[in-house]
């Protein structure tokens, strides 16, 4: 199984940016599987933010971040990243990373992914 590690959550003013890190240390297989980044805010369901697949050459988003987060992958490191850019408080979330082997499935939707790291909490506030 994998296992994965998240990294670079914190908190930040609106408009501000960080980058979260999601790495594989288990080193089972990480450049088979595509990878998501997922969010939950407190009494809400769990939401597809951004995906990638296993090569890094299909990428995909919510509406809400586009053109605002960019999700990218380095399998030699067995890492994959998501920038974010232009921080609003809706973004406000504990942001998970997930790992599925995704073949005709919607890589946004959870149930697609079957190893999750423990999740980073990223605070937008001024």
């Known amino acids: 199984a994998i296992e994965m590690v998240e990294s670079g959550g914190g908190s930040v003013q609106p408009g501000g940016s960080l980058r979260l890190s999601c790495k594989d240390i288990?080193?089972?297989?990480?450049?088979?599987?595509?990878m998501g980044w997922f969010r939950q805010a407190p009494g809400k369901e769990r939401e597809g933010v951004s995906s990638i697949s296993w090569s890094g050459n299909n990428t995909f988003y919510t509406a809400p971040v586009k053109g605002r987060f960019t999700i990218s992958r380095d399998n030699t490191k067995n890492t994959v990243y998501l920038q974010m850019d232009s921080l609003k408080p809706e973004d406000t979330a504990t942001y998970y990373c997930?790992?599925?082997?995704?073949?005709?499935?919607?890589?946004?939707?959870?149930?697609?992914?079957?190893?999750w790291g423990q999740g980073t909490q990223v605070t937008v506030s001024s």
């Open positions: 288990s080193r089972f297989g990480f450049s088979y599987y595509a």
């Open positions: 997930a790992a599925g082997r995704i073949r005709f499935g919607d890589p946004l939707e959870p149930k697609e992914y079957n190893f």
